[in-house]
C-alpha cells in the first residue's frame, strides 16, 4: 500500500507538470505550439526521437494522463513484491509444490516404519539399510524438507519452525533405535522404537498428515 501510494504521488506531480506545460503552451492558429513548450520543459519526444510539433490543447492533455496512467499501472505490477503469496520460498504456492513432492515418501516412509515388528532386528536394520522410497535414508531427507516447507517467511531460520521442531525430536528418538540396533540390543530397541512412535504423530500433525495408524491403514 506504501509502495503504490508514493507511486501515484509520483504520476499526479507529473500529470499536474504537463497540464501546466499545456495550459501555458502558445497558441499557434488556435492550436498549442508544443514545440515551444517542450523545448523548455524537454518532455515527450516521438519514436523517432523528433519532438511532437503541433496538437491541440485538449488531445495533448488527454495523451498525457493516458500514457501516464499507463506507465503508473505497468510499473506497479512490475515492481510490487507478492506478499500475498507468500513468495517462492515462504508458503504459499511452494508449500503446495512440497506437498507434492515429499507427502508420498513421508507416507511410503511411515508406513514401513509403522509395519515393522521392532522385536525382528533383521527387519529394523533392513528399514534402515535401504535407500528406496519406504526406507529410513528416504524418509528422514523427505521427512525434513517437509518441514522447512512450513515457512511463513523465507527470513525465519528452519530451526525455529514448530515442523523442523517436531521433526527433530522424532529423527532424535530413530537415532537411539539405529544405536541400540547397532549393539543388538532387542530391549533398547524396541523401547526406543515405541518413543518414536509417539513422536512421530506429533510430527505429521504438524505437516497436516494424518496420524501413523491411519496412515498405516491406507
Known sequence: ???????????????????????????????????????????????????????TRRVFVDDTIKGSLGIFIASTVASTPAYASGGATAGGAYLLSAKQRYNKRVIAGVKSLLSLDARDLSQVEAFFSSPEEGGWEDLSAAGYLLANAFRTSSTKAPDSLPSVKKWKAFAKEMELVQRSLSKKDGEKTFASYKNAEEKLDAYLEAVELPPGMELKQM
Open 1 to 55: 500500500f506504501f509502495f503504490v501510494t508514493m507511486k501515484m504521488k509520483q504520476i499526479i506531480v507529473f500529470i499536474g507538470c504537463c497540464h501546466a506545460a499545456a495550459a501555458f503552451a502558445p497558441f499557434v492558429g488556435g492550436r498549442v505550439n508544443v514545440q515551444q513548450t517542450l523545448d523548455s520543459h524537454a518532455c515527450f519526444s516521438d519514436a523517432g526521437g523528433d519532438v511532437i510539433t503541433h496538437t
